[in-house]
């Protein structure tokens, strides 16, 4: 059964999932990480352009399937002197995409309807999401279709 999933991460880490055809995750999300199937649709959701700065971004910044079968353990490194060793999950990441804001998307997201604290599981960073959800986000975030591009005149 597909499952569709919601990853919280930076854009610059949403930017470098796209180029590199992967979502990482700490050790902590590991088990949430490994619920994922092949298949299973991921969009990524970005508060701020990069950890630690106070400009808020809130765009969906990033929409794929999951492409392997169970996540790996990579080593990493970060700022000179730092080391992590996240979990991974290869993922086919649409190519071509227009990030969508939150503020534009809030009121037709299952995700959004749930009431005033709706934004709190967001904090564990990686939760299931609807397929309504997925499917909504997939249409608003992907170019259109080729016949729908021969149908609007040149710019």
């Known amino acids: 059964m597909i499952r569709y999933w919601l990853g919280v991460v930076s854009g610059a880490q949403a930017e470098w999932a796209r180029r590199n055809g992967s979502f990482q995750v700490s050790p902590g999300?590991?088990?949430?990480?490994?619920?994922?199937?092949?298949?299973?649709?991921?969009?990524?959701?970005?508060?701020?352009?990069?950890?630690?700065?106070?400009?808020?971004?809130?765009?969906?910044?990033?929409?794929?399937?999951?492409?392997?079968?169970?996540?790996?353990?990579?080593?990493?490194?970060?700022?000179?002197?730092?080391?992590?060793?996240?979990?991974?999950?290869?993922?086919?990441?649409?190519?071509?995409?227009?990030?969508?804001?939150?503020?534009?998307?809030?009121?037709?997201?299952?995700?959004?309807?749930?009431?005033?604290n709706w934004a709190e599981p967001l904090r564990r960073g990686l939760i299931p999401l609807s397929k309504n959800d997925f499917n909504t986000l997939r249409l608003a975030m992907a170019p259109p279709a080729p016949e729908e591009r021969m149908a609007q005149p040149p710019r």
């Open 29 to 116: 999300l590991h088990e949430t990480l490994s619920e994922m199937g092949l298949f299973d649709g991921l969009v990524l959701y970005s508060p701020r352009m990069r950890a630690g700065e106070d400009e808020p971004l809130r765009d969906f910044t990033a929409i794929g399937r999951i492409a392997d079968k169970r996540p790996v353990r990579v080593d990493g490194d970060t700022v000179p002197g730092e080391h992590w060793r996240p979990w991974r999950r290869r993922v086919d990441f649409a190519p071509e995409i227009t990030p969508v804001p939150l503020r534009l998307m809030s009121p037709v997201l299952d995700l959004t309807s749930t009431g005033i």
